[in-house]
Nanobody
């Protein structure tokens, strides 16, 4: 059975950092494309970052230069390092595994982890 479990969210001040983790079970993360989405209250879900099967990484313009996605195949875990956080980064962050970055939203989703950035 496929599961993705996120952790690492929390409350942080503007300018702070958090490292989000996503542990997969039931499949190998190094065989798929993985990424992160986020959804703020009352807003649409936004794509944040993607780590494709060939090792390429992609970021939304809003987080480029501040966030970094990485993968530890031995731990079957994907990370999202979030730096220089802003109040507008406040959202529930979801880990997703799928076939490719373009269709990532159609893949498997975790339950999400809350990130709150105070001003």
């Amino acid at each position: 059975q496929v599961h993705l479990v996120e952790s690492g969210g929390g409350l942080v001040q503007t300018g702070g950092s958090l490292r989000l983790s996503c542990i997969a079970s039931g499949f190998r993360l190094d065989y798929v494309t993985v990424g992160w989405f986020r959804q703020a209250p009352g807003k649409e879900r936004d794509w944040v970052s993607c780590f494709s099967g060939d090792g390429s990484t992609y970021y939304a313009d809003s987080v480029k230069g501040r966030f970094a996605i990485s993968r530890d195949n031995a731990k079957n875990t994907v990370y999202l390092q979030t730096n220089s956080l802003k109040p507008e980064d406040t959202a529930v962050y979801y880990c997703v595994a799928g076939h490719n970055c373009r269709e990532l939203a159609t893949g498997y989703w975790g339950q999400g982890t809350q990130v709150t950035v105070s001003s």
